[in-house]
């Protein structure tokens, strides 16, 4: 049964440099696959530098799971393997044809297949990375069958890209998507809209679905939140999460037989001239979207991701395999004349600090500045304030920190992410790095869990 869910905890962050509703294409000459966005994966090459391959063409498998195959995005020549510290594997970057060729796979209705075949198919092809797990927010573990699938359909973090604009037109290859999740579960495929608009008509017209719907300030977005509400996770049991883009390449990798790694992502920030969706392909190099699009003058933050959970890029560096858009913002390297002494008209904060608590509507243009260092952790009640889960997160944190396992499980980890620890962080007067923590957590609990 459909479920209507209003969130009260959290907050908007408004920022300068939302996405015109308009998208242009972007190409790029290289692309690349990095193995450090699927925590955990320990990469094993199946390429040399020189090698040929298609789009869909193996890169690279897990060590822990060798089923598990990321693939391609183009077609082209593999020019660079770049590794790190032990040889650890960083980036696996391939020379762009001019026209991509695509390695065929098989077409097919996904309801006449079985759960094996779509799931091979899946693997085979190089899609299957694009699903997560809770617990543990790592990639989905093929051998396992999740008791849901949760698909969120609208993103509530800052300047965050609207899938309703994305899927427009795209309800055929959105339903093949849905048509192959559902076989891949012995449970409900749960697809959550934002309850506080009009949907698109992708999604409220999707069979085979259970729909619900969700209102309420960030992070109702996001998945972890969303499932605690639904469809809870207990000790045992596992979900698989994806988001609306990730559905659509898996219903083209059934409706035309071939791996498509293009995505809309939204190029976004007060430091953007024009920011705008744009069409790339998955793995793109950032430098020809930002190129002559960014204002000068500053320092500047090129963040893949949104500004509370991406991971900062350079301008030659390459799109994050799960990230959704692009955000430019300045740096924080500066000092300022009376700090929280002044007014603050042009400050957001959680409390009522500055004067621009009279001014809920406006957007802010934020920097990077933390305007404070690292402080004793102590307990202020911050965190409860933008948390939307019955949880104790500064119980949770503090269990993590000492490794007490058994606290942590009683507490609620198998049922968060560090994504959903990140109003809490932004709120953090003691400065703290709480998402590394959660991770940390995580990774213990999985550990012990074997």
């Not at 699938?149 to 309703?164: H, I, Q, T």
């Not at 799109?319 to 009376?338: A, K, M």
Request: glycine share 8%.
């Amino acid at each position: 049964m459909a479920k209507s869910v209003k969130i009260r905890k959290g907050v908007d962050i408004k920022l300068v440099g939302k996405a015109e509703k308009v998208y242009t294409v972007t190409t790029s000459d290289t692309y690349a696959i990095k193995p450090t966005d699927f925590h955990g994966v320990v990469p094993k090459l199946t390429v040399k530098v020189g090698a040929e391959v298609k789009a869909g063409d193996s890169l690279f498998f897990d060590k822990n799971h060798p089923e598990v195959i990321f693939t391609s995005p183009v077609s082209g020549e593999v020019v660079e393997i770049n590794r790190g510290a032990k040889r650890k594997i960083l980036e696996v970057k391939v020379l762009a044809d001019k026209q991509v060729r695509y390695k065929e796979f098989r077409k097919a209705d996904p309801k006449s297949l079985s759960r094996e075949e779509i799931l091979g198919q899946l693997l085979e092809a190089g899609i299957f990375p694009s699903i997560r797990q809770r617990p543990f927010d790592v990639m989905a573990n093929p051998q396992l069958t999740p008791k849901s699938v949760v698909v969120s359909a609208f993103d509530s973090a800052p300047l965050a890209p609207d899938y309703d604009f994305i899927v427009h037109g795209k309800e055929r290859l959105f339903q093949v998507g849905i048509d192959a999740l559902t076989q891949l579960t012995t449970g409900k495929v749960h697809l959550n809209v934002r309850g506080d608009s009009n949907p698109s008509e992708v999604f409220t017209k999707a069979k085979n679905v259970q729909l619900n719907s969700f209102s309420g300030p960030h992070p109702a977005g996001n998945a972890g939140v969303q499932l605690h509400h639904i469809d809870p996770i207990n000790k045992g049991e596992n979900v698989w999460v994806l988001d609306p883009q990730a559905v659509l390449a898996i219903g083209m990798l059934f409706e035309e037989g071939r791996y498509n790694a293009e995505r809309v992502i939204a190029l976004v920030g007060s430091e953007v001239e024009k920011p705008r969706y744009i069409k790339v392909i998955q793995g793109t190099c950032v430098k020809n979207l930002l190129e002559g699009n960014l204002k000068q003058g500053k320092d500047l933050r090129i963040i893949s991701g949104n500004v509370l959970t991406g991971t900062t890029i350079t301008q030659e560096g390459y799109l994050g395999f799960y990230h959704p858009q692009i955000t430019v913002i300045p740096e924080g390297n500066h000092s300022e004349f009376l700090g929280w002494i002044a007014p603050g008209f042009d400050k957001f904060s959680l409390s009522r600090t500055f004067f621009s608590w009279l001014m809920p509507s406006k957007n802010y243009s934020l920097d990077t500045n933390k305007h404070g260092e690292k402080r004793a952790f102590v307990v202020t009640g911050q965190y409860e304030k933008v948390f939307p889960m019955d949880i104790y997160p500064m119980h949770l944190i503090k269990a993590i920190m000492v490794e007490d396992v058994e606290l942590m499980e009683n507490l609620g980890i198998y049922e968060v992410a560090p994504e959903d620890f990140a109003l809490c962080e932004f709120a953090c007067t003691s400065k703290i790095n709480l998402q590394d923590i959660v991770r940390e957590g995580l990774d213990i609990v999985r550990k012990e869990y074997g």
